[in-house]
């Protein structure tokens, strides 16, 4: 591999792996361009890894093809398709010290020695472990564990990188840094980063784009903006989002709509009819403005905001609000929320509806004119 390795285009045609019965990856299609990090995002046993491995080669594929800049690698042993991986594992050889570990592959490529000693001495500048270098796996913390297993990968110097579930070991600020270590390594080094994780929020903050599985098969890929704003699917409305959005069925009432709380639309909507509602998007309004009347279940404080689990019918929704909050289990919170933040989805299909959500953010936009003339009332119960 020369030395100006040049970022490198990745992509997978209808790649497909089946153990025994199990549809492990099933005509998964995606490119990463050159210089992307890219987010294979979701649920345990979704074939995030097994996507990862044949992209690797350490997995056959039973179907479909792997390119590296155009070319079909899918035949070529790991060793020739010139990828790095980390591992959640870091898999560091537990005898030999940090230096010995980062060059351990390139010592097996008989790269020669002073080109050795000048790649280890920038790459370890570079993850911050030049000051331990002598010293062994067991001898460093957890994220000084994780620097070795990524001075690894990048002192070979490889257009592309795999990363599978890297971070999952260490605590929530060391892996908040780590992000941002990694994000700003492959910037720098302009490396194509396929990255494994089932965190949302990890998916979220770095990736260029997110390809979300859901079963073996894509649900959504695109921008991490556009899966939060235009969620095609209750999937990727439900999985993307920290509370996830709400989604309540609408119930239907002749030929209006009932609202959950018992309100009423006077809207044509078929009984699969979903209202999706974000958590930040909910906020306490006056009475005779309100969506949803709501009553308090708990309120959970997280210092920056706090989550109200509020029931309203069956079904219980979390709201975000700033800061802390005064309410209490019990209180009656008013809810209302601007129509171009309402989402509508198909419960049969679990597909987004635009022509419904349409309907339905026409009606509630009328909703703060009705009563909102006879002068302001008292305000929420809460
Ligand atoms: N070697 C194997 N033999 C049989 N089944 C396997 C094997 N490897 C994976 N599977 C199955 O394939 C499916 C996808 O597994 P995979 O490891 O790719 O999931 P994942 O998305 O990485 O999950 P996780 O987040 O838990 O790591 C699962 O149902 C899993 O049980
Ligand atoms: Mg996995």
């Not at 309100?263 to 909507?269: A, D, Q, V, Y």
């Not at 989805?345 to 953010?361: C, E, N, T, Y």
Request: overall charge negative.
């Amino acid at each position: 591999m020369s030395r100006e390795a040049k970022a490198a285009a990745v992509e997978a045609e209808q790649v497909r792996k089946v153990w025994g019965k199990t549809v492990a990856v099933d005509d998964v299609s995606f490119r990463a361009e050159p210089g992307e990090f890219l987010v294979l995002l979701g649920p345990s046993g979704c074939g995030k890894s097994t996507t990862l491995r044949m992209v690797a080669g350490l997995e056959e594929v039973d179907g479909g093809r792997v390119l590296i800049q155009g070319r079909d690698v899918s035949r070529l042993p790991p060793a020739e398709r010139h990828i790095s991986m980390v591992f959640q594992s870091y898999a560091l050889f537990p005898h030999l010290n940090v230096a010995e570990n980062i060059v351990f592959g390139l010592k097996v490529r008989k790269v020669p020695k002073a080109e050795r000693d000048e790649r280890l001495a920038q790459v370890a500048a570079l993850v911050g472990l030049s000051e331990h270098l002598d010293r062994k796996p067991a001898q460093l913390s957890g994220g000084q564990r994780q620097r070795v297993a990524l001075a690894r990968a990048v002192v070979a110097e490889h257009p592309i990188c795999l990363m599978d579930e890297p971070l999952s070991n260490l605590d929530a600020k060391l892996r908040n840094e780590m992000r941002q270590e990694i994000r700003a390594l492959q910037q720098r080094l302009s490396m194509t980063v396929l990255y494994v994780t089932h965190d949302q929020t990890e998916a979220m903050s770095m990736a260029d784009r997110v390809m979300l599985l859901n079963a073996g098969k894509v649900e959504q890929f695109g921008t991490p903006d556009s899966l939060y704003d235009i969620p095609e699917t209750t999937f990727t409305a439900s999985f993307i989002g920290s509370p996830p959005m709400n989604l309540l069925p609408l119930l239907p009432d002749g030929g209006g709509v009932r609202l959950p709380d018992g309100g009423r639309l006077e809207l044509e909507l078929p009984a699969s009819a979903i209202l999706g509602i974000r958590p930040e998007a909910l906020k306490p309004a006056q009475p005779e403005a309100a969506l949803l009347t709501t009553e308090v279940r708990a309120v959970e404080y997280l210092g920056a905001d706090s989550v109200v689990a509020a029931k309203v019918g069956d079904d219980e929704l979390a709201v975000r609000m700033p800061g802390r909050v005064s309410l209490r289990p019990g209180d009656r919170l008013d809810l209302a929320c601007d129509p171009e933040d309402l989402h509508c989805f198909d419960a049969v299909s679990k597909r987004r509806r635009d022509d419904w959500r349409a309907l339905l953010a026409d009606a509630v936009a009328e909703i703060p004119s009705r009563g909102a003339s006879d002068g302001r009332r008292e305000g929420p119960a809460a």
